[in-house]
């Protein structure tokens, strides 16, 4: 499976982004999430949507009531539409697959990985 995420930029603090996940497999045969990484930290957890045909989403505590994760399996792509964005949202953002049912906020558990798009807040 090849992931490619795209849609980041340039934003002004308290505007919105959406991010779009696009993989060349079917996206309703894994989970996809949404992971972070900042200058000098580590990656971290942003959200994540099942694979289940009833669909289950996790999000991390800083983003939750801000960002949304939703699919559309027929374009097999996953979005990550960021509103209110804050200059602490500032990161490479990744998303990846897993084969696990359910949900997952463990980066050990994606197996593919796209290449990141930059989003940048502006105070």
Request: proline letters at 2%.
């Given at each position: 499976?090849?992931?490619?995420?795209?849609?980041?930029?340039?934003?002004?603090?308290?505007?919105?982004?959406?991010?779009s996940?696009a993989?060349?497999?079917r996206?309703?045969?894994?989970?996809?999430?949404?992971?972070?990484?900042?200058?000098?930290?580590?990656?971290?957890f942003?959200?994540?949507?099942?694979?289940?045909?009833?669909?289950?989403?996790?999000?991390?505590?800083?983003?939750?009531?801000?960002?949304?994760?939703?699919?559309d399996?027929?374009?097999?792509t996953?979005?990550?539409q960021?509103?209110?964005?804050?200059?602490?949202?500032?990161?490479?953002?990744?998303?990846?697959?897993t084969?696990?049912?359910?949900?997952?906020?463990?980066?050990?558990?994606?197996?593919?990985?796209?290449?990141?798009?930059?989003?940048?807040?502006?105070?």
């Open positions: 499976v090849q992931l490619q995420a795209y849609g980041g930029g340039l934003v002004q603090a308290g505007g919105s982004l959406k991010l996940c993989a060349s497999g996206t309703s045969s894994y989970a996809t999430g949404w992971f972070r990484q900042a200058p000098g930290k580590e990656r971290e942003v959200a994540t949507i099942s694979r289940n045909t009833i669909t289950t989403t996790a999000y991390a505590d800083s983003v939750k009531g801000r960002f949304i994760i939703s699919r399996n027929a374009k097999n996953v979005y990550l960021m509103n209110s964005l804050g200059p602490e949202d500032t990161a490479v953002y990744y998303c990846a697959v084969t696990l049912y359910g949900v997952s906020r463990l980066a050990t558990d994606y197996i593919y990985w796209g290449q990141g798009t930059l989003v940048i807040v502006s105070s």
